[in-house]
């Protein structure tokens, strides 16, 4: 076991297969406790991938993940997810079924240290429209509101380390901004945050740093100003 | 009227067995996808399991520790033989399933023998709670559908009202979510496995000492049972209770009809070419009677295929 440092979470030489479509090849970069990372690059990057491998959804083949210190690769989704790392997935996934407070109650739980900083009144200060819909099927939900429930689902789970994949795709530009300012909220409260994020302009206003991917790798590491400072790194791996 | 009024009765009480059976694969079926065809075997293991105690332990603990007995057998079942198939899909799972029942039926008939055994309802239950036109309406039926009752208002309750029944429906839609969402997916669906056996097995118990315990009444159930979850629609708890009372009533109505086609026929002056004809058309109700559970299931499927009351995300 690595001695606690500042580093909450440390991803380490990951590698991920789709069947036999190799897909991440050694993926390496850390958080530091109360750190907001974006993961950059263009579709088929690998961006998700490494999202969803940190998580377990798919299973890495070679590498490490260490979440303060303790190694979770290998593990299963839910023995990660309660040890402190909280995922809110691309395509959304709340409980079309389920009403939004049931949607909010699956995602319930003490954190790794037994403690619940977060409750449901929180988010409702957060998104005041999801507690006028409390009541209503999720499956009835807008597009935005269905990306509130999800954030507020994993937040509740009080995690030490929040995944986001690309919380703003296909939301109006209000939304956008909430959606942002929300990410800015909880990581003040102390929440570590790996974002991934299309829109530029978002991820690097709420970033401390951010990694570019290209081909399963981080091909650039930095701050956000030390990428603007590399107009080159941006065309070639971020340009359309 | 009295005639009609008592096949109402014992139509609802047949038809609360029904839910009390089909409830479990209703769990099991519906909301975990498991296609279970052994179901039914776990409300024969539960009628022999209480037989089996009833003399060492009385009545009431029987019926209470055979289900127990049968959830072990459920939870055994579902973690070494159904979980490593369930991937492969639903023809594996109902191939190796119907070999269970099979299994199942066959190690009854070696240790209790071919034949019924002799499980009756207990001497304090055997009474009658009413008489109407001078016949006795035995109190064990309503005590078979007062559990059966209970039992839908406590499964209805655990679903919709507990975390672990919001946990269990939103798992069959999306299980890797949940499961990211920090509940261990595959213990929930042993512990639904389970509970699923348990109910079957209470069934048995209960219903065993009124019917006949004997190795041939999981096959009896058993395709009775997959008709009520599909007529009453997949995963629906409700769908399940109305599916099984439609079911019980229209079978216990048509037992006791005297109908023909040819009767209807006479009120339009074509009696004597109907009887001349024969066939269906002269073909009384009551013999019917086994057919119509199928008929209504092939009526839902082409009408409704969701079921009556099914849940589409």
């Known amino acids: ?240 | 009227m009295d005639q009609i009024l008592f096949a109402l009765l014992n139509g609802t009480i047949y038809g609360l067995l029904l839910f009390m059976v089909s409830a479990g694969l209703t769990l099991i079926f519906g909301m975990m996808g498991v296609l279970n065809f052994a179901h039914a075997s776990f409300y024969m293991l539960g009628a022999y399991f209480a037989y089996t105690l009833q003399p060492l332990t009385g009545f009431w603990l029987a019926i209470i520790l055979a289900p127990i007995l049968v959830m072990g057998v459920g939870i055994l079942v579902e973690r070494f033989i159904l979980r490593h198939v369930h991937e492969h899909g639903h023809a594996h799972e109902l191939l190796v399933t119907f070999g269970l029942s099979v299994v199942i039926a066959e190690m009854i008939k070696m240790v209790y023998g071919k034949f019924a055994v002799d499980y009756r309802v207990p001497a304090e239950l055997n009474f009658a709670a009413f008489s109407l036109s001078g016949i006795d309406y035995p109190f064990y039926r309503l005590f078979m559908g007062g559990i059966a009752v209970v039992m839908f208002i406590a499964i209805y309750l655990l679903l919709t009202k507990t975390r672990v029944g919001i946990v269990v429906r939103s798992a069959i839609y999306r299980p890797q979510m949940v499961e990211a969402l920090g509940h261990n997916v595959p213990m929930v669906f042993m512990g639904v496995f389970g509970i699923g056996a348990a109910l079957a097995g209470l069934a048995g118990a209960v219903a065993g000492a009124f019917y006949t315990t004997n190795p041939n009444m999981a096959l009896e159930l058993g395709v009775m049972v997959f008709v009520v979850v599909v007529v009453g629609g997949l995963g629906s708890m409700g769908g399940a209770m109305a599916a099984s009372l439609l079911i019980g009533i229209t079978n216990s109505l048509a037992v006791g009809s005297d109908f023909r086609i040819a009767d209807l026929l006479t009120w339009i002056g074509m009696g004597g070419w109907a009887e001349e004809i024969g066939g269906l058309l002269t073909m009384r109700m009551s013999s019917l009677a086994a057919t119509l559970p199928f008929f209504i299931m092939l009526l839902v499927l082409v009408l409704r295929p969701s079921g009556l009351m099914g849940e589409k995300e």
């Open chain 1, 1 to 240: 076991m690595e001695s606690v440092s500042d580093t909450i979470l440390s991803v380490e030489g990951l590698h991920a297969h789709y069947g036999k479509s190799h897909i991440l090849h050694g993926v390496t970069f850390d958080v530091a406790r109360g750190e907001v990372v974006s993961l950059l690059g263009r579709n088929g990057s690998g961006r998700s991938t490494t999202m969803k491998s940190i998580m377990g959804l798919v299973p890495p083949s070679e590498g490490h993940v260490r979440l303060d210190g303790v190694d979770l690769a290998g593990q299963r989704s839910f023995a990660i997810c309660r040890r402190g790392i909280g995922y809110v997935p691309e395509e959304r996934e709340i409980f079309l079924n389920l009403t939004v407070d049931e949607n909010l109650e699956m995602g319930r739980q003490n954190g790794p240290d037994g403690a619940a900083k977060w409750d449901v009144d929180q988010m409702f200060t957060y998104f005041p429209r999801l507690k006028e819909r409390r009541n209503t099927r999720a499956g009835s939900l807008s597009g935005g509101e269905q990306q509130m429930l999800t954030m507020c689902r994993s937040l509740l789970g009080n995690p030490l380390v929040m995944l986001i994949d690309e919380p703003t795709e296909g939301l109006a530009p209000k939304i956008v901004t909430v959606v942002g300012e929300v990410i800015q909220d909880i990581n003040k409260h102390g929440v570590s945050v790996v974002l991934v994020e299309q829109k530029l302009t978002i991820a690097m206003q709420v970033s401390h740093r951010v990694c570019v991917m290209g081909h399963g790798q981080i091909v650039f590491e930095g701050t956000p100003d030390e990428l603007n400072a590399k107009p080159e790194i941006t065309d070639e791996w971020l340009a359309v």
